[in-house]
Each structure stands twice: as C-alpha cells, then as structure tokens.
C-alpha cells in the first residue's frame, strides 16, 4: 500500500511574547513529528525561541541555517542564486519526510506570509503535498500594540513598505501614504530615518526593536544609533488621529 504523505504546515507562531501564539499553532506543533525552522548561522532562531518550551523529546528539529544573510558573497557567487539553491535543498529535505508519511511544521516568527521564509518552501511543495497555513500575529501588529499606536482610522490606508527600497522610492510612497509601517530596517534604518526626516514625518514615526520579546527597545527615532538597530526592528507612522 502506497505510503500517505505527511502535511507541510506553515506555523505562525506570532511576533515573540510566546503568549502569542494561537491555541492552533501550539496544537498543531505538538502533534507534528517533524519541527522545522529558518535561522541565521550562529544564533538561535528567533520563531524557534518562542516555541521551545513546548517541544518533546520525540520530536525531530530540523533547523534550517541561512547560507547568507548580511555577509558580502564572493564573486562569482550572486545572493539570489545562493539563496534560490538553499531553499531547493530545504525543499528537498523536509520532501524526505513528507514521504515517508510524516507532518512537518514549519514555524514561522509572526505570520508565514507576511515576508516569512516559509513562502518559499510553499512556493516549492504545496503543489506536491497537501499544506496547511495557520496566520500568526504579525510583527507590525505586535509593533503598534506595544508603541500603543492606532495604525489606521476611518477611512485612512496602510502602506506596508520594505527599507530595502532605494530612497526615492521609498520617499515617493511614504509621500503618498496616510500611514505606514517600514520593516527590515538594519542596515537600512539611516536611509529611512533621513526620508522621513525631508518629508517631515519623523516626529510622528515611531521606532522599535524587538516587539513583544523579552529584549524589546523602544527608542525615540532620533536617538536611534544608526548602526545599531537589529534587522528585527520597525518603524511605524500612524494615520492621524480622527477624533471619533
Ligand atoms: C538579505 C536580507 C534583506 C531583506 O530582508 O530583503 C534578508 N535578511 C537579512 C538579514 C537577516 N535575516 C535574519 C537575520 C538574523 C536576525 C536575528 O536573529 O537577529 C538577519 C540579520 C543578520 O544576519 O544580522 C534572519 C531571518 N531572515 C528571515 C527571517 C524570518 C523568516 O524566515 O520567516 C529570519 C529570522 C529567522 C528566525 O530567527 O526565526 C527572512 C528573510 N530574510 C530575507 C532577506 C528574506 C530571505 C532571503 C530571500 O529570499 O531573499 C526573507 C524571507 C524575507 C523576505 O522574503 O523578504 C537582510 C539583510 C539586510 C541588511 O542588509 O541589513
Ligand atoms: C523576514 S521579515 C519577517 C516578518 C514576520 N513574518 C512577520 O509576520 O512579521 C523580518 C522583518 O520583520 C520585522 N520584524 C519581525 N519581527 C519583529 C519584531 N518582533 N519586532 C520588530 N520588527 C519585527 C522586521 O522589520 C524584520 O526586518
């Protein structure tokens, strides 16, 4: 008889505080055999982190170490293309035990997709396998929570943007915006703090590192360090408070 595949489950496990996590991803991850997650090399894994308290013997890690992720590659070696192979072969890896007829949960730091890694191996297998995704809350959310920041009222819109974007880009939509939310700061945060400083946003922007986990920092946006801000911060401008 032929063998049943396992589920590829993508788990949010919600943006640090480990009281964030769903009754259904924390179910969902003690009844999976296989427990999969995406770290940097040398650290221990922040959506990993959240969730270990809750893991059995019994249960397989399968730790998924980033070949990149700030490090400056070697010619001829391109970002894209080291990055595209190390999750073929991720891919590939959780494909032996989906085979063999086990679930395989993948846990995700806030919401699988929302610029969660997991995309990719989604992107890879859920044509093949059956997959199954549970949201997590994710970390603009966890951000405005704890800054105490309305995001949106009324009819206002939210821009979600990426500080990878160059600078007149990001000035261009952050122009246009009512209110915003810029992830992936890091190395990036000079150049978006000088943005919101030529459109005159800066003293509404809101900045923290870390939302919800134990070493949060909440920082006023002109005494951030430039070079200091993790990778793991946000900046939030929220829309204009509408006196309802
Ligand atoms: C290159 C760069 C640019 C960029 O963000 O675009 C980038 N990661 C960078 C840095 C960085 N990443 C991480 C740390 C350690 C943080 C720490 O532990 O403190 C650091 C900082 C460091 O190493 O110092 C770990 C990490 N990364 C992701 C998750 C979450 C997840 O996997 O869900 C976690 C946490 C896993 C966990 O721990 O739980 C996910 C993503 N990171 C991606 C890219 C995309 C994948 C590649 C791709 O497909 O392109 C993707 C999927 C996002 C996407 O799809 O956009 C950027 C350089 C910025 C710069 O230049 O400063
Ligand atoms: C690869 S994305 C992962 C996003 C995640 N899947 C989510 O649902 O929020 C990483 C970016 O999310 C933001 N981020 C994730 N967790 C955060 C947290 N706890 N506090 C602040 N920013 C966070 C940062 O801007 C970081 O550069």
Redesign the pocket.
Known sequence: MMQQPGRLIGL?V???DPELITLKALRLLRESPVVAYFVAKGKKG?AFGIIEAHLQDAQTLLPLVYPVTTEVLPAPLSYEQVISDFYDGASQELALHLDAGRDVAVI???????????MYLHDRLAERYQAEVVP????????ASVLGAPLVYRNQSLSVLS?VLPHDELKRRLADADAA??????RNFPKVRQVLEELGLAQRALY??????AN?KIVPLDEVEPMSS?????IIVPGERWQG
């Open positions: 949010g919600g943006p640090g922040n995700c730091e806030g919401d699988p997709f929302f610029y969660g890694s997991y997590g809350v994710c970390s603009m959310l966890g951000g500080g939310v810029v992830m992936k700061l890091g923290v590192e870390r939302a919800t986990m949060q993790p990778y793991f911060s946000l």
